[in-house]
C-alpha cells in the first residue's frame, strides 16, 4: 500500500495537474489552430508560419511540465534515466500517484 501524501505533496501534485492542463490546452488549441487554418483559403500562406510559431510556443510548456520536480522524490516527475513521459500517471522515480485529491 502506498503511503498517502503530505499536504505538502498533495500541493505539489496539485501544481503538476495544473502544468498538464496547460499544456493539454495548449496542444488543443494548436489542434483547432490547425483545423481553422486548414479550412482558411490563406492557408497555404500562413501555414507554416503558424506551424512555427505554435512549436515556438510549446517549448515553455512542454519544459514546465517535463522539468517538474516529484513532490516526494524531488526527482523529475516525468523522467528518470532511461525513459520520459509527459503524460505518466505516477512519478517514475518513487511511484508517487497523480490522481491522489
Ligand atoms: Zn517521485
Known sequence: M???PT???RA????IRRRRTVLLVYIAVG???VAVLA???HA???AMFAFALWLIGAIAPTL???LSRCPRCLRRFHGNDS???VFARACLNCGLRLDWP
Open 2 to 4: 502506498a503511503q498517502a
Open 7 to 9: 499536504a505538502q505533496e
Open 12 to 15: 505539489g501534485l496539485r501544481r
Open 31 to 33: 489542434l483547432v489552430g
Open 39 to 41: 479550412s482558411s483559403r
Open 44 to 46: 497555404d500562406r500562413y
Open 64 to 66: 514546465t511540465v517535463g
Open 83 to 85: 525513459q520520459g513521459n
